[in-house]
C-alpha cells in the first residue's frame, strides 16, 4: 500500500503554455485544367510543402486519478503553404505544339487549434509522466497570396516561354483532427512545473487555394514542445 501511496496521483488541476514547433510533412495529390480546355494531360502532380513554423499552446488539464484525467487546449501557429503542380496539354493537331505549364503558389495563413484529450498520468516523486489523446478542430485563416505561371511550348514549332505573376485569394478552411501524444512534468517549485511534452497531429492537409483542386490528401504533423505549467 505504500508503495501504491508513492506512486498515486493526487486530484490536480492546472494551467499551462508552451512553445512548439510545428513540422509537418509534405502531402501530393492530383490536379487538372476543366476538361474543356484539356485533351490530354500528363504529370499533373500537385505537390503541397508547409512551412515549419513556431507557435504557442495553451492547457486547462485536471488529472483525477492516475487513469482518469482530461484537457481542453488552444494552440496558434504561422501556416503558410506552398503548392507546386507541373501539366503537359496537347493540341488535337498532330503537327502542333505541345504545351507544359508549371504553376508554383504560395499562400500565407495562420493556423488557430481547437482540441479537448483524454490524459492518464501518475506521479512519482517531483516527475509526472503523462499520455493524452483526444479530437479537435483545425481553423486554418488565409490571407491571400502570389501565383507564377510559367508556359512552356514544345514539339515541332517551339515557341517562346512566358511567365506570369498574380496575386491570388484563398478561403479559409476547417477540418477535424486527431491528436495524441505524451511528456514530462517535472516540478520545480510547490505549485510550478516544466512541461517537455511531443503531440502528433493528423488531419487533411488545408486547402486554401481551391484553384489548385487539390486531392485532401492526409497528413500528419509533429509538435515538440516546452513550457510551464501553473497548478491551481
Known sequence: MAAFGSIAACAQTDVAASLFGAFTSNTSGNNSLP???LLASSGNNTVQTPSKAAGVLIEVRHVKNPFIGYEGAYSYNQANQAYYTSATYNSACDLCDA??????ASVSARSHEVT???VTSIKVRNLRPFA???????FNVSSGGELLTNTTPIGPFIGVSSSVLSPISANTT???LLVCGG???WNLFQR?????QLRDKFYRAPDPAKFFNYSRAFTHSEEPMIGISFRI
Open 99 to 104: 504545351t507544359i505549364i508549371n504553376k508554383w
Open 116 to 118: 479537448g484529450a483524454w
Open 174 to 176: 476547417i477540418e477535424p
Open 183 to 185: 511528456g514530462i512534468d
Open 35 to 37: 476538361n474543356s480546355i
Open 132 to 138: 493524452l489523446a483526444g479530437g479537435g478542430i483545425l
Open 192 to 196: 510550478v512545473s516544466l512541461r517537455f
